[in-house]
């Protein structure tokens, strides 16, 4: 008996924008349930990477296969009915639309449903948005207007949204940007916590390196466009060219505080 594919493969992946090379030979891969950091300077090709594993932009060689289905290319429409999420830095919802309609318009489009913004929203699956914004701690909020919420809410919404579509992988981008710190927890812990309940694999991006560290199972390492070390939390923060071109000092002296004080 064979064993299953990982969630996701990615095999020498390359971009490049005239002589720039975004994205060089990058392959990895990432199981269901895992939560896999992607980190970097800026300019590493964190974003590219992004966009050609969701279909935003097509890479110039290489494969992306979701569960050995070659996904390579195609558009972003077809990739997220195949069960791929995805979040951006910057949160894009309907300001004037309440919370409970956000999320139905993702589950009408999810049922492939015709969607009238004047009358579809308000009845279509008021049970199911209940349950999902429940589930990201935004059940309060329901009948509240998007442009009335603070930023770690549009987050947290934003997390519900993505989870209308059932999604086998989440892509996050820089999930905890402009939040507060004790909100960047919060979510990564929410998320994590829903990952691995219903085996969605996850892979972010993220500058703050306390959320990186204390829960991604494994991590990435981009360098102008190579990826330049992988491993566990552990593993990345002792690698020394991760220090050199990245984490520097700050973060090896953070390591051996952390472990100071654990003692």
């Known amino acids: 008996m064979s064993a299953m594919p990982p969630l996701l493969a990615v095999e020498g992946l390359t971009k490049s924008y005239g002589g720039i090379h975004a994205v060089r030979g990058v392959s990895f891969s990432l199981r269901a349930g895992e939560i896999l950091a992607l980190i970097g300077p800026n300019g590493a090709g964190k974003s590219t990477c992004f966009d050609m594993l969701n279909g935003q932009n097509k890479p110039d060689s290489g494969h992306v296969r979701l569960l050995g289905e070659e996904i390579t290319g195609r558009k972003p429409r077809e990739v997220w009915r195949l069960g ?58 329901a009948d509240r207007p998007c442009g009335e919420l603070a930023y770690g809410d549009l987050k947290r919404l934003e997390l519900a949204v993505a989870l209308a579509n059932q999604p086998k992988l989440l892509l996050m981008d820089e999930p905890t940007a402009g939040m507060a710190p004790r909100e960047r927890v919060d979510l990564m812990r929410l998320t994590a916590s829903i990952a691995r309940e219903k085996s969605i694999g996850v892979l972010f991006t993220e500058h703050d390196m306390d959320v990186v560290f204390e829960h991604a199972d494994r991590i990435l390492v981009l360098n102008r466009g190579t990826l330049i070390a992988e491993g566990s939390p552990a593993e990345v923060r002792g690698n ?14 953070d390591a051996r505080h952390r472990e100071g004080a654990s003692t």
């Open 240 to 253: 020394a060219q991760v220090q050199a071109v990245y984490l520097g000092e700050g973060l090896v002296y």
């Open 84 to 141: 791929v999420g995805r979040t951006f830095q910057i949160t894009a919802t309907f300001a004037t639309m309440t919370v409970r309609e956000n999320v139905q318009v993702a589950l009408i489009s999810h049922g492939k449903q015709l969607f009238n913004p004047f009358g579809s929203a308000p009845k279509f699956d008021r049970g199911e948005a209940g349950r999902l914004l429940e589930l990201v701690g935004m059940g309060g909020y």
